[in-house]
C-alpha cells in the first residue's frame, strides 16, 4: 500500500483538526467544505487529466482554481 500523499495528509488535516477542532465549525460547513474538495479532486481527473491518487500539493495554484472555479 503506498504511503499517503501530502494533499491527502493537509486535506485530512485541514477538515478533521483545523476546521472542527480549531475554528469549531459546525458538522455542516465541513462537509460542504468537503464537498467541495471532492468537486476540485473530479475536476482535476476529468477536466485536467490528473489521476487524483498521485496528486500532491504543488499541483494546486492559482490557475487550477481559477479554471475550477
Given at each position: 500500500?503506498?504511503?499517503p500523499t501530502t494533499l491527502s495528509?493537509?486535506?485530512s488535516r485541514f477538515l478533521s483538526h483545523y476546521l472542527s477542532?480549531?475554528?469549531d465549525l459546525s458538522p455542516n460547513t465541513i462537509k460542504a467544505y468537503r464537498d467541495v474538495f471532492v468537486l476540485l479532486l473530479r475536476f482535476c481527473r476529468d477536466?485536467?487529466?490528473h489521476v487524483i491518487e498521485r496528486l500532491e500539493l504543488q499541483h494546486i495554484d492559482a490557475k487550477l482554481i481559477?479554471?475550477?472555479l
Open positions: 500500500m503506498k504511503p495528509v493537509h486535506v477542532g480549531q475554528r477536466e485536467k487529466g481559477g479554471d475550477f
